[in-house]
């Protein structure tokens, strides 16, 4: 019975450039705690254009992404490390072990269900998996934190940090004929926001892993705004797309075409989301933990 339930849930790789901010670690943490999830691992990515940035972010990345799951509980979970730069070339991939995790847990599903990797930071390591093996590209879905997207006029704004990090391993995406690709646009995500005493009212003093969550929050620096200097409220970006994903219901998608630059095709985008439910359904997931 056991394994027939394991075998309902969703597939998924989170890849995550953890150390870069405040909303991965939070976004994480809701994904490990959703029961629909099968988590197959977690993987770093590199955030090298912050100008907070040293010489190994992807190791950084990689650092929190092993204390948040120690602090879960959930140590079994495999957690491959990602490149620490960005791709180069178009047609040469930045292989690392989560590119070549990513490629074997691809082939290792059974026939007819595809893996969801869900990339919250750069694309390089989903790219590099496309580029070492493209046969996995119909056993993918590909959900992605990016991009600046004017509905109306389908125009988009790649000038965004996610898609900034690696604009090569983006294109890639765009370009990938049969790839099936959902966006959840910072044009949509950053309706997505928590106050600091949302979070003291539902993590202060619990310990371990929600008190990690707060500690970040206040230690944290923005660096990209002065506005704000107490951090009384923080956009969640990358938490609206695993409640995208966890809860359908709270998110209109659309389909459109790629941007005129790119190989035209259909792709999915997150249009609309229901802020107050996905905020009330995050809190709700996080009293179980």
């Given amino acids: 019975m056991e394994a027939q339930v394991k075998e309902l849930r969703l597939p998924i790789i989170i890849d995550a450039d953890t150390a870069n ?10 994904a ?15 955030f090298h254009t912050s100008p907070l940035a040293t010489d190994s972010t992807v190791y950084e990345s990689q ?4 204390r948040i799951l120690r602090l879960m509980g959930q140590e079994t979970i495999p957690l491959p490390l990602g490149s620490n730069v960005p791709l180069k070339h178009r047609t040469e991939p930045a292989r690392s072990p989560a590119s070549d995790f990513i490629v074997a847990m691809a082939h290792g599903l059974p026939p007819g269900q595809k893996l969801n990797v869900v990339v919250l930071g750069a694309c390089t390591n989903v790219a590099s998996a496309i580029l070492q093996d493209p046969s996995i590209v119909k056993k993918l879905k590909v959900h992605y ?17 996610n898609t900034g990090n690696d604009p090569i391993a983006v294109e890639i995406l765009l370009n990938t004929q049969s790839l099936d690709l959902t966006i959840m646009t910072a044009t949509t995500s ?23 969550l707060i500690n970040r929050w206040e230690t944290y620096e923005r660096w990209w705004t002065q506005e704000d200097p107490e951090k009384k409220s923080w956009i969640m970006w990358d938490v609206a797309i695993i409640e995208a994903l966890a ?3 709270l998110s209109k998608t659309d389909t459109f075409s790629t941007p005129k630059e790119n190989t035209q095709r259909f792709i999915h985008i997150h249009t609309e989301i229901n802020v107050e439910f996905m905020k009330m359904d995050f809190w709700q997931s996080l009293e179980k933990i």
Avoid: C, M
């Fill in 21 to 30: 901010e405040v909303d991965d670690l939070y976004a994480i943490v809701r």
């Fill in 32 to 46: 490990v705690a959703e029961p629909k999830f099968n988590i197959l691992g977690i993987t770093s990515a590199q």
């Fill in 63 to 66: 650092r929190i992404n092993e």
């Fill in 145 to 161: 934190v990016g991009f600046w997207h004017h509905v109306e006029t389908n125009t988009y704004d790649k000038k965004e940090f």
């Fill in 190 to 212: 950053q309706h997505l926001v928590f106050t600091k005493a949302e979070v003291d009212a539902n993590l202060k003093n619990k310990g371990g892993i929600h008190d990690y």
């Fill in 247 to 249: 809860r359908p219901e």
